[in-house]
């Protein structure tokens, strides 16, 4: 399996970068669909509403919300199969918008990931 990394959506698209993959269920705000540069934006894979809102991007709820996803995660086995697949091939970048760098839905999906 090729590498997994995560970036924000925010942070300028580069040719290191991989397969371009945003997982936000909402659009990040100030960024528009040519800029993005995405080769797919899978909303399926983003933490639901719900969880998202409850979590509201507080650290200290990070753990819990980690559990959480996961959980949410365990009904998505195909999704999680088809980005794996991609992941053979080529490194994949995991974009989201959050601003903590360190307590974000992609830090969980990219340790799920590498976990298949």
Not at 80 to 94: E, G, H, P, Y
Request: aromatic share 8%.
């Amino acid at each position: 399996m090729k590498r997994i990394i995560t970036k924000r959506i925010y942070d300028d698209p580069t040719d290191q970068d991989g397969y371009r993959l945003l997982i936000d269920r909402v659009w990040p705000r100030g960024v528009s669909k040519k800029d993005a540069e995405l080769d797919e934006w899978n909303k399926e894979l983003a933490p639901s509403t719900d969880l998202r809102k409850w979590f509201d991007h507080k650290p200290e709820r990070f753990e819990e919300f980690t559990k959480r996803y996961k959980k949410e995660l365990k009904n998505k086995e195909s999704e999680l199969k088809q980005v794996k697949q991609i992941a053979q091939q080529q490194q994949i970048c995991l974009l989201y918008g959050a601003k903590d760098e360190k307590h974000n839905q992609a830090i969980v999906l990219k340790t799920v990931l590498e976990n298949l």
